[in-house]
């Protein structure tokens, strides 16, 4: 059974930093990509970074770049996704996701329950 779970999240500041996690299981890590994402109330799932097996290469979709980063650990088979200088715009569930990294694409096989990131003062 695949399962992917997203912790982390939580009520924080403007200018607050954050690292989300998702640990995984029942599958290869290593063999597949990992991706964050989230959804703002309201808004569509919004595509924030991509991390390739070996980690060796990250892509930040549209506004992926500059405060967030994110990090995969082979060992504890988990991805993280840092978020630096948090806005109120941040306010969104965050969600993992996970595919063979043979695959491209807009398409994720397998997805967390989300994590809730509120930024609020």
């Known amino acids: 059974q695949v399962l992917l779970v997203e912790s982390g999240g939580g009520l924080v500041q403007p200018g607050d930093s954050l690292r989300l996690s998702c640990a995984t299981s029942?599958?290869?890590?290593?063999?597949?990509?990992m991706a964050w994402f989230r959804q703002a109330p309201g808004k569509e799932r919004e595509y924030i970074a991509h991390?390739?097996?070996?980690?060796?290469?990250?892509t930040y979709p549209g506004s992926g770049k500059g405060r967030f980063n994110i990090s995969r650990n082979m060992a504890k088979k988990t991805v993280y996704l840092q978020i630096e200088n948090l806005e109120p715009e941040d306010t969104a569930v965050y969600y993992c996701?996970?595919?063979?990294?043979?695959?491209?694409?807009?398409?994720?096989?397998?997805w967390g329950q989300g994590t809730r990131v509120t930024v609020s003062s």
């Open positions: 996701a996970a595919r063979p990294a043979w695959k491209s694409g807009q398409q994720w096989d397998y």
């Open positions: 029942g599958f290869t890590f290593s063999t597949y990509a």
């Open positions: 991390i390739i097996t070996n980690g060796g290469g990250t």
